[in-house]
């Protein structure tokens, strides 16, 4: 199975930026997709295909990479992003998801 | 609106099985493939299995042997069966869309059961 590995938690100040990372032990294209999930919640699609914003996210979300190499970034942090962010790869079956990063605001 | 909601048991026993079921509105399940996703509490995700929009179904190799995925397109459910339960199968079971180019990417969410295995 394809794994992914996140840093397990990032804490950062709002108004900065923080990138995430996930990479994934081998190569899995463009399809890496990213989700925002807060307790008690569903997972909520963020980027989709390394790069693409999903409907109704906000411009400060963005995404990046290729291959086995991708960063979740968000530019800037706000209050409200406090949550565990998950990626997930759709080219090698079965489907994987990272452990997720915990963000935590200062 | 799309909306997808999951029903089902929140107690099995051991070793019995679990049946869950996921109703849809807002889409038809022959345009769209469906999977099941599930969360151990304070874990990460797992991905479980498909329903694809042509009836024809995948599943995780660590579950094959135990999960069956199944739908009603008349009903507008999709069901999940998977037998021989022990307690690390406790957690919170979500069906998922996946996105209208089916690349596997999920954009809409129901908001999960949590099923309990526990004598």
């Known amino acids: 199975d394809t794994v992914l590995t996140q840093s397990p938690a990032l804490a950062v100040s709002p108004g900065e930026r923080v990138s995430i990372s996930c990479r994934a032990s081998e190569g899995v294209n463009s399809y890496m997709h990213w989700y925002q999930q807060k307790p008690g919640q569903q997972p909520k699609l963020l980027i989709y295909?390394?790069?693409n914003l999903a409907s109704g996210v906000p411009a400060r979300f963005s995404g990046s990479g290729s291959g086995t190499d991708f960063t979740l970034t968000i530019d800037p942090v706000e209050a409200d992003d406090t949550a565990t962010y998950f990626c997930q790869q759709s080219w090698n079956d079965p489907y994987t998801f990272g452990a997720g990063t915990k963000l935590e605001l200062k | 609106q799309v909306q997808l909601k999951e029903s089902g048991p929140g107690l099995v026993q051991p070793s019995q099985t679990l049946s869950l079921t996921c109703t849809v509105s807002g889409f038809s399940l022959t345009s769209y493939n469906v999977h099941w996703v599930r969360q151990p509490p304070g874990k990460g995700l797992e991905w479980m299995g498909r329903m694809r929009y042509n009836g024809d179904t995948s599943y995780n190799s660590a579950l094959k042997s135990r999960l069956s995925i199944s739908r009603d397109t008349s009903k507008n459910q999709v069901f999940l069966k998977m037998n021989s339960l022990q307690t690390d199968d406790t957690g919170t079971y979500y069906c998922?869309?996946?996105?209208?180019?089916?690349?596997?990417?999920?954009?809409?969410w129901g908001q999960g059961v949590m099923v309990t295995v526990s004598s």
């Open positions: 998922t869309r996946d996105g209208l180019l089916r690349r596997g990417y999920f954009d809409y």
């Open positions: 295909k390394a790069s």
